[in-house]
T-cell receptor, first 111, second 115 residues
Framework: GDSVTQMEGPVTLSEEAFLTINCTYT??????LFWYVQYPGEGLQLLLK?????DKGSNKGFEATYRKETTSFHLEKGSVQVSDSAVYFC??????????FGAGTRLTVKP | GAGVSQSPSNKVTEKGKDVELRCDPI?????LYWYRQSLGQGLEFLIY????????KSGLPSDRFSAERTGGSVSTLTIQRTQQEDSAVYLC?????????????FGPGTRLLVL
């Protein structure tokens, strides 16, 4: 069945470091792909999304490109900040509309 | 505008009791979803409502779990005869029309602890 596999954490980086969180998916058809973020003590919120192959989603300095040939949607940021510390979830939206999530990657950014 | 709201925010219950969790979706959103987030785990899909169509119950883990959506708006997730393994955060989300490309907007969750 459709599924998402993302890099296991936790990930600890120093401020201004480069971030990559890997995400690959298995799906039939043409899913939409999402990154959600959960900041400490807060609810889940959309970070970015891409709805078709080769689309790039971007927000708050984060980017991810929908790569159909490698079935990937890796999250990147050139220079992380302490405020980026959170749990990041990769997800895909299926044709029958429920969303499948990865296990989440906890990021801690140290000053 | 108002986001997705859920109540209660926390619920502690004894094993074997029934619990009801409530979700108010964003006004005008026809699609509503329930998920479960266990400690240290990702999100597990439970059930999906779209308009007046029959719900997709394929994610419900057992027949102790059921959900209703009245009038196409508020939804209630009921867990009967709760077990300790039901302890988790239950998340509700809604989207405008349930299309594949739409963002799902999540509520703050109900944290359930079964003693």
């Amino acid at each position: 069945g459709d599924s998402v596999t993302q890099m296991e954490g936790p990930v600890t980086l120093s401020e201004e470091a480069f971030l990559t969180i890997n995400c690959t998916y298995t799906a039939t058809g043409y899913p939409s792909l999402f990154w959600y973020v959960q900041y400490p003590g807060e609810g889940l919120q959309l970070l970015l999304k891409a709805t078709k192959a080769d689309d790039k989603g971007s927000n708050k300095g984060f980017e991810a490109t929908y790569r159909k040939e490698t079935t990937s949607f890796h999250l990147e940021k050139g220079s992380v900040q302490v405020s980026d510390s959170a749990v990041y979830f990769c997800a895909l939206s299926r044709v029958d509309n429920d969303m499948r999530f990865g296990a989440g990657t906890r990021l801690t950014v140290k000053p | 505008g108002a986001g997705v709201s859920q109540s209660p925010s926390n619920k502690v219950t004894e094993k074997g009791k029934d619990v009801e969790l409530r979700c108010d979706p964003i006004s005008g959103h026809t699609a509503l979803y329930w998920y479960r987030q266990s400690l240290g785990q990702g999100l597990e899909f439970l059930i999906y409502f779209q308009g007046n169509s029959a719900p997709d119950k394929s994610g419900l883990p057992s027949d102790r779990f059921s959900a209703e959506r009245t009038g196409g708006s508020v939804s209630t997730l009921t867990i009967q005869r709760t077990q300790q393994e039901d302890s988790a955060v239950y998340l509700c989300a809604s989207s405008l029309a349930g299309r594949v490309e739409e963002t799902q907007y999540f509520g703050p969750g109900t944290r359930l602890l079964v003693l």
